[in-house]
């Protein structure tokens, strides 16, 4: 699931639960409307590809391994 730097991406706004888990929304108005604070998501950006063919246990995956990945930093 590695991403290249040309690859076109699509982007979802992500709530990381103390727990780990991740829950995905497609856009701010829906993260919005099931009582979201904008503050308190993140923007991840997915490669095309893993966004279109992937299934969604692959898509959390990907997203939990770019948050770890952005907190060690």
């Known amino acids: 699931m590695e991403e290249t730097r040309d690859q076109e991406n699509d982007i979802l706004f992500v709530y ?3 727990d ?3 829950t995905l ?3 701010e108005e829906w993260a ?3 009582g979201m604070k904008l503050e308190d998501l993140h923007v991840v950006k997915i490669p095309r590809k893993l966004y279109a ?3 969604i246990q692959d898509v959390r995956e990907y997203v939990a391994q770019y948050l770890e990945t952005k907190d060690e930093a």
Do not use: I
Request: net charge negative.
């Open 16 to 18: 990381r639960h103390p």
């Open 25 to 27: 929304y497609s856009d």
């Open 32 to 34: 919005l409307e099931r």
């Open 53 to 55: 063919e992937g299934m």
């Open 20 to 22: 780990g888990a991740v």
